[in-house]
């Protein structure tokens, strides 16, 4: 997968469980809980959902590897390749 | 025959919308079905019927905006000595007004606008006191904000009650530019729901005397138990510390009854259920406190099932009526990052709220040394006509035993 490509499915995971964030209001450095008011509930949906689309389990100890958009795409590229 | 009629969602709903009927005349309806769906500040909110028997006739239209106690259908019963309808078609009191049968069709856009913000019926009106006229919760809201004197005004509504509109005439001298109404979710309107929360808060603050107590401690083992308990686990079946907090105060309340209950007109009656409410955050702005029922015989892992669940359909405006009604103790949490403290306000008719900080780390003495641990510190309000401090401090007490052993939750 491209690293294009992870970042867009990451955005749309994001979107699905936060159906009232816009994709293209979202900054690749955007802190998730600060910036777009991702709870810990809708943050588990998204590992959740991540989970099921690409197979990758994100450990708790993770998390902050997922702050960000661009922190996001890096880690989850690396845990594919 | 029975009539069924609007429910009253909540301390802060007069109105809701229908929306959607899902029977149709000759339809079987038992305890519990979901009937019909209705918009009110809140969200859409599907509505139970509590009775069994046969829809003999469908008495609202789709599109309509209807009082709280407006009939909604007619109810064919099952043999047993059914109640002659026109006992039942006649609600007590304010309530038996009738919804007005044709919506007026040439509204100004500023009424259209007060409308759609808090719809008005006859239910839950202040009473007339000391020459007030008696007034909606939504009409003292606009007229406290707007500095206008109840007492100078007449009233639309039944008994001559001061309506919103009322309000709204009365401020508006000259007609003001309204924009239109953004683009939003079907059913969720941020304004209203504020208006909504400002009346049935409004209410809690006046009526409630409310009392508060605070502790703090140590949440240490809890987080270690649930960062244990998670890393064996797959993301679906994870726990959030929010789930161990429902928990820890569904089983406190067991312990002390004062806390868990509904205060109505003929004041407290305890409930042998307990049913908890959590407050959930709408990001357009705005709270709900849906209820997980019996939340006291969960597991925590059904707790967190329950709470999934809760805030899926709280955020896509798919909660049951009885969801709004049969809450007997709120917990509202701040979450993982925000306020070290929360105290709340109490949502009537219940008689308690708990308010959860952020969990912080915080130079903690454990054992005679200084140790770095997560505290977190829970505030209790509660009401002063049904308990005292003591009794909350030992409701307290039962949370922070509970959270020191989570295993056993």
């Known amino acids: 997968m491209k690293p294009e490509e992870i970042r867009l499915v990451f955005l749309e995971e994001l979107t699905r469980v936060a159906p009232d964030i816009d994709a293209a209001d979202v900054g690749a450095d955007d802190d998730l809980m600060e910036d777009l008011e991702i709870d810990s509930m809708d943050f588990l949906n998204l590992v959740t959902a991540l989970h099921k689309r690409l197979g990758i389990d994100v450990p708790e100890a993770d998390y902050h590897s997922l702050a960000t958009v661009a922190l996001a795409s890096k880690y989850l590229a690396a845990r594919l390749s | ?409």
């Open chain 2, 1 to 409: 025959m029975s009539v069924f009629s609007m429910p009253s969602l909540g301390a802060d709903m007069e109105a809701g919308k229908l929306v959607e009927w899902l029977v149709a005349p000759g339809d079987r309806v038992s305890r519990g079905d979901v009937v019909a769906v209705v918009e009110t500040q809140k969200g859409a909110i599907e509505i139970e019927i509590f009775e069994e028997g046969i829809v003999e006739r469908l008495e609202a239209d789709l599109g309509e905006t209807l009082p709280v106690g407006a009939p909604l259908a007619t109810i064919k019963g099952q043999g047993s000595g059914a109640v002659p309808p026109e006992e039942k078609a006649q609600p007590e009191g304010p309530k038996a007004v009738t919804a007005p049968d044709v919506p007026e069709p040439a509204e100004t856009p500023v009424q259209e606008v007060a409308k759609s913000r808090a719809p008005e019926t006859p239910a839950d009106f202040g009473t007339a006191r000391g020459g007030v006229p008696a007034s909606s919760p939504a009409a003292r809201v606009l007229a406290a904000e707007r500095g206008v004197d109840l007492a100078g005004l007449s009233g639309s509504g039944p008994m001559g009650a001061i309506l919103l509109r009322d309000v709204e005439d009365q401020t508006a001298v000259a007609p003001r530019a309204v924009p239109s109404p953004p683009a939003q979710k079907r059913g969720f309107d941020a304004q209203a729901m504020r208006v909504a929360i400002a009346a049935a808060m409004s209410r809690s603050k006046k009526e409630i005397p409310h009392y508060y107590l605070s502790q703090t401690f140590d949440l240490q083992t809890a987080v270690d138990w649930l960062a244990r308990t998670n890393a064996g686990r797959a993301p679906d079946a994870r726990l959030l510390m929010g789930a161990l907090f429902v928990k820890a105060c569904s089983t406190a309340a067991v312990a002390v009854p004062e806390l868990n209950g509904q205060y109505d007109g003929s004041g407290y009656h305890r409930s042998e259920s307990v049913n908890t409410g959590v407050a959930v955050a709408l990001r357009g702005g705005g709270l709900i406190a849906p209820a997980i029922r019996r939340a006291d015989e969960l597991n925590l892992d059904e707790t967190m099932a329950a709470m999934r669940d809760l805030v899926a359909r709280a955020r896509s405006g798919r909660l049951r009526s009885s969801e709004m009604t049969d809450g007997t103790i709120t917990v509202s949490a701040m979450g993982e990052t925000g306020a070290d403290q929360l105290t709340a306000v109490i949502y009537p008719p219940q008689v308690a709220i708990v308010g959860f900080g952020a969990p912080v780390l915080r130079p903690w003495i454990v054992d005679g040394e200084f140790a770095a641990r997560t505290v977190v510190t829970v505030t209790l309000s509660a009401d002063h006509r049904v308990s005292d401090g003591r009794r909350g401090a030992r409701f307290l007490a039962a949370i922070e035993r509970a959270l020191q052993n989570p295993e056993e939750l």
